[in-house]
């Protein structure tokens, strides 16, 4: 194979960022799409004016066509294991949108079956991908750099778009659906998987059998009146090697914060210290008290997705595993899992 023929199950707003950038890798092809909402396949058609990609409302038509190798799930959370299975099942290597699945055995599941049939299962952890993290690992290889001994993230957000992710059932929860992405990067910058986790958090502004009007910045408004999901929490991990970690996350934010609301960083053993909004890098103690650290943002907003895109298309080419595979998502999943299960019984201390 010298072209990976690649379909999109599931045309929102994250296949459409994939789709930009897919467009942008020679060695792949978008063949298929597949979407029940008409709208959302006109809407992602329009981005692939060189393709002609058959299109189907039915996931399991789009599975049968022999002219897809591999797959992009981008659908709700939910539906990540019934397609993911069966995609496995019609011999599609994966690439699933992240949260892997909603809890640790849906993820399991889905590693097992790839393992069994010999396909790629990369998780959509496009974090690793981006300039700015990646800076933050170079800085940790340097000389004397030190272990993280504390990492952070706070995230004050805006609502979430969408009125799938309020529920709990359908999302695995907040800090699943949102904050797996942050729980990996704890785990990839300590280089352990956690001891345990402990955390706390609740309902104080959306809340279920109350109406709520949802604004997520800078289009979606809409109602509910039956979130199930928590709009806050503060979750505290310990790892083995002595190293914690710490996330703060709030989901009612009324206005775009964007990169405003966001802050990520850890303090190292050597006592470096390196921070970002997400977008900017601040290095503390890396030959001198403090610089700004410059950032290659390349082909810009695409490039987490570009690096990520291109990685599932040469893990396939080349028969080898993703530096995200299954396992890379199911331990993230699993961080906010038992997050999600210690919020539940009153803040205890959940071993991993
Ligand atoms: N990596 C990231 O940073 C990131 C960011 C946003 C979303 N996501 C993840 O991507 C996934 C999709 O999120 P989104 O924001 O694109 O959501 P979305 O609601 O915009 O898109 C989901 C799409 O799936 C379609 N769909 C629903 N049921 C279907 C079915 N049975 N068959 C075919 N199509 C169906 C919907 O019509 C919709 O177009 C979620 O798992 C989400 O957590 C990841």
Known sequence: MSRVKIGII??????????????????????????????????????????????????????????????LVALPNFLHLEVGLAAFEHGKHILMEKPMGRNTEECDALICMAEEKGLVLQSGMLLRYAPVYKAIEEHLAMPGAGEPSIAWVN????????????????????????????????????GELPESVMATGGQNVIKNRQPYHVYCPPTEEFEIDDATIIDHAAVSINYPGGAKANLLLSLHLDFDAS???????????????????????????????????????????????????????????LGRKPFTDGKVGRDSVRVGELAELSIAKGGEKIPF
């Open 259 to 317: 990169a405003d609301g966001y802050e990520a960083g850890l303090v190292t053993t050597t006592g470096k210290r390196l921070v970002t909004n997400g977008q900017h890098l601040t290095a503390y103690g890396f030959g001198d008290a403090k610089h700004a650290v410059e950032i290659d943002t390349g082909q810009g907003k695409d490039l987490p997705l570009l690096g990520e895109d291109r990685e599932f298309v040469q893990s396939i080419l």
């Open 155 to 190: 995230e004050f957000r805006a609502n979430f778009p969408h009125k799938w992710r309020y529920s709990q059932s359908l999302t695995g929860g907040a800090l699943v659906e949102k904050c797996c992405h942050h729980f990996d990067l704890f785990n990839w910058w300590v």
């Open 10 to 71: 599931g045309c929102g707003d994250m296949a459409k960022v994939h789709a930009a950038g897919l467009v942008q890798i020679e060695e792949a092809e978008i063949t298929a799409l597949c979407d029940t909402s008409n709208d959302r396949l006109e809407a992602i058609k329009k981005l692939l004016p060189q393709a002609t990609p058959a299109v189907y409302s039915d996931y399991r038509e789009l599975l049968l066509d022999k002219n897809v190798d591999a797959v």
